[in-house]
């Protein structure tokens, strides 16, 4: 089988392996991948897995450099993929209220490159290049921001998206259409007020918000085991005092088990304009950040991994073809980080960039905003 590589500037198509009928395609590739009683199509069970690879290889890369002095600090999300990709490659990507809104947190590399984003513009944050696109290298990996897919600013305080995720559906809602508001959070941030106000808001009666509310449940808030802290068994289930649907995939870490559940997740939240909470259970592979070493633990469930298994087990791919794969992604993601690292770095001058957004109307910050004005006497 032959990789066909994608170029990353251009939205994601499926892997290249065409369309086929019957039960099994010439050779013997069959025509669907299946878990249990559910299944999606080869076709997009290669896509997957081409993506959740390229964002391994772009997260280890991530992390040497971290450990290299190259990058002052690594967060992210190894173990995460399925869940990550399955979402980037499902979102209605644009501008405006008639696209999906983002509002996601510092582990969702998949669903950036699942949507197109160049690996190198997660390097450039993650060396503070003066050429990262999202931050001009002034915060920290995974902060990304990208008007033109409705991406909003990612933060490093807890749980704050929750609460901005309402406000993007109310106007969604009032606009009409099928757009919604995904929001993205880690099972310790459930944990704050904010993830309930999310959960109030969405939810008034006569007055339900397109939110689709994602939790990433890996078992863990940096050092605390999620079973020490919560005493519900599955956090969507917090959603039933508010009337709001939810669903938990107990095996996150299946992409074929995820892609129907974001998949029905969408369906819902786009068709009754309501909110929905999906819960995955999810791996940590590499610990909370850089601050804890990123060390690989090897008991934890390999997301892509099991799922190599499964497609060689079923015939649709071999062996020489995943080789190819990873160093095709291997490849990618040494390139970026050699392209970012010789980049400019940020000016002192550069502080004050890009605060305020340019405004004809403002007597003070008429155009980009470069420092505090003169005081008047």
Do not use: F, K
């Given at each position: 089988m032959a990789i066909t590589e994608l170029d990353p500037d251009e939205p994601p198509e499926p892997f290249a392996l065409g369309r086929r009928g019957g039960a099994t395609a010439t050779g013997g590739i069959p025509v669907v991948v299946r878990s249990d009683r559910e299944a999606i199509s080869t076709e997009v069970a290669l896509t997957v897995h081409r993506h959740m690879v390229r964002t391994r290889a772009l997260e280890e890369r991530s992390i040497k450099l971290s450990k290299s002095g190259e990058a002052y600090f690594w967060i992210g999300g190894p173990g995460e993929e399925a869940l990550n990709v399955c979402l980037g490659l499902q979102v209605q990507r644009g501008r405006g209220a008639a696209h999906d809104y983002l509002h996601l947190h510092y582990r969702n590399a998949g669903i950036l490159l699942g949507m197109g984003m160049p690996m190198l513009d997660h390097v450039r944050q993650l060396v503070m290049s003066a050429q990262d696109p999202h931050s001009l290298g002034r915060n920290f990996v995974g902060h990304y921001s990208?008007?033109?897919?409705?991406?909003?600013?990612?933060?490093?305080?807890?749980?704050?998206?929750c609460v901005m995720a309402p406000g993007t559906a109310l106007m969604q809602k009032r606009h009409g259409g099928e757009g919604l508001s995904l929001v993205l959070s880690g099972d310790a941030g459930t944990a704050e007020g904010d993830f309930e106000s999310c959960l109030l808001w969405s939810s008034r009666a006569g007055n339900e918000l397109p939110v689709l509310i994602v939790v990433a449940n890996n078992g863990y808030g940096i050092s605390t085991p999620h079973a020490s802290q919560h005493g519900a068994k599955r956090i969507c289930e917090r959603g039933l005092p508010h009337g709001i649907?939810?669903?938990?995939?107990?095996d996150g870490n299946d992409p074929v088990l995820t892609w129907n559940a974001v998949d029905r997740a969408m369906r819902y939240v786009r068709t009754h304009r309501k909110p929905f909470i999906l819960e995955a259970k999810v791996s940590r592979l590499h610990g909370h950040s850089s601050s804890s070493g990123a060390q690989r633990n090897w008991d934890e469930p390999d997301c892509i991994a099991r799922f190599e298994k499964k497609l060689l087990d079923c015939g649709a791919i071999d062996e020489d073809t995943l080789k190819e794969l990873r160093a095709v992604a291997k490849a990618e993601a040494d390139e970026a980080a050699d392209a970012a690292v010789k980049e400019a770095k940020p000016t002192p001058a550069d502080v004050y960039r890009h605060t305020y957004a340019p405004s004809t109307v403002?007597?003070?910050y008429p155009t980009d905003y470069t420092g505090l004005p003169q005081r008047r006497r």
């Open positions: 990208i008007p033109e897919w409705n991406v909003l600013p990612v933060t490093s305080v807890i749980e704050v998206q649907r939810g669903e938990c995939v107990e403002d007597a003070v």
